[in-house]
């Protein structure tokens, strides 16, 4: 199976929260990140998480990891529309071949 | 901005043509990587370089090639166009080879095989 896999899509309303999921198999990684990337562009790095954290909180971003479950999380508050993206979990961990998953699009209703 | 860049942007080529990409790195970083985004799908890694030498590679053909200058710019080739190369060719830098290392990604460049 996918060494990555999270949830292909995700609609919410202007205003309301958006919890992004993300699961992984490799677990040796020092950091796991999340990308985003808006239509037509290039990944853009949004934040990361030590792997030694559960919580990280940036601004309106936070994610949460449960390494014994092996799973990512990131959640936006107050979700603008400017927040509909494609959303990617990284996890490098050892695998050189940096496999990425089929990434989240997101979709903010006005 | 990252400070990673590459051109061109956009790019319309024939079916047999080839094509090269070009990617500057952020300052400061050795490590070049390049990934092949088709629509709808995430990026799947073609080839890593450090330090000049590649230094992994994913599983695309061999008409899929590459270069690192000295200064640690880079170049993507590929030889024989198909029409499903068309997709966003992403260059990222990072500090370091391989592992537990952000990368930095440039826009991409848009390529159509027609």
């Known amino acids: 199976g996918e060494d990555v896999e999270q949830s292909l899509f995700l609609s919410v309303r202007e205003g309301d929260s958006s919890v992004i999921n993300c699961t992984y198999t490799d677990s040796s990684s020092t950091y796991l990140y999340w990308y985003k990337q808006e239509p037509g562009a290039g990944l853009q790095l949004l934040t990361y998480i030590f792997s030694n954290m559960d919580m990280k909180q940036d601004q309106r971003l936070t994610v949460l990891l449960n390494k014994k479950d092996k799973h990512l999380s990131l959640r936006i508050a107050d979700t603008q529309t400017g927040d509909s993206a494609i959303y990617f979990c990284y996890n490098a961990g050892n695998n050189r071949k940096l496999i990425w998953g089929l990434g989240t699009s997101l979709a903010v209703n006005p | 901005e990252t400070g990673v860049t590459q051109s061109p942007t956009h790019l319309i080529k024939t079916r047999g043509q080839q094509v090269t990409l070009r990617c500057s790195s952020q300052?400061?970083?050795?490590?070049v990587s390049w990934y092949q985004q088709a629509l709808g799908q995430g990026p799947q890694f073609i080839f890593q370089?450090?330090?000049?030498?590649?230094?992994g590679r994913g599983n695309f053909p061999p008409r899929f090639s590459g270069l690192q200058f000295p200064n640690y710019s880079s170049e993507l080739n590929v030889n024989a166009l198909e029409l499903d190369d068309s997709a966003l060719y992403l260059c990222?830098?990072?500090?370091?080879?391989?592992?537990?290392?952000?990368?930095?990604f440039g826009q991409g460049t848009r390529l159509t095989v027609v």
């Open positions: 990222a830098s990072s500090r370091e080879q391989g592992v537990n290392t952000e990368a930095f």
């Open positions: 300052s400061g970083h050795n490590t």
């Open positions: 370089y450090y330090r000049e030498e590649e230094n």
